[in-house]
């Protein structure tokens, strides 16, 4: 099991006070193989955004999982995941990923892509 600075960010930001903002931190750290990002993964996530583009697909898949997919390209590493975004990146990148339950199959709010 892997993290990157930005699922870092996503799981710090949910922190309630600055005591669980170290307790999520440091679990992370603990538990993650930490992935570090470096301009040649920005620089394959725009590759890859550009291709989108190029299919009028490119606001069908944010950044921010274009560089978990790149990073996990990068390494041989397998995505898993409950989020369509990573289908799409799939699509323009040699990315292996799988669903963590059947898509459709939990609870969503409404408004919400998966």
């Known amino acids: 099991m892997a ?3 930005q699922l870092d960010a ?5 922190a309630r006070s600055g005591a669980e ?12 193989e930490y992935l570090p990002t470096d301009d040649e993964h920005w620089q394959l996530a725009f590759g890859a955004q550009r ?4 299919q009028g697909r490119h606001r069908a898949v944010g ?16 995505v898993l995941h409950y ?3 990573f289908e799409v990146a799939a699509d323009v990148l040699p990315l292996e990923h799988r669903w963590v339950v059947e898509r ?3 609870d969503q709010n409404p408004g919400e892509g998966y």
């Open 104 to 106: 459709g199959s939990l």
């Open 10 to 14: 996503e799981a710090l930001y949910s």
């Open 21 to 32: 903002y170290e307790q999520v931190r440091s679990d992370r750290r603990l538990a993650y």
């Open 51 to 54: 291709e989108l583009a190029r």
């Open 63 to 78: 950044m921010a999982d274009l560089l978990i997919s790149v990073l996990a390209v990068s390494h041989g590493l397998v």
């Open 3 to 5: 993290t990157t600075a």
């Open 83 to 85: 989020d369509a975004d």
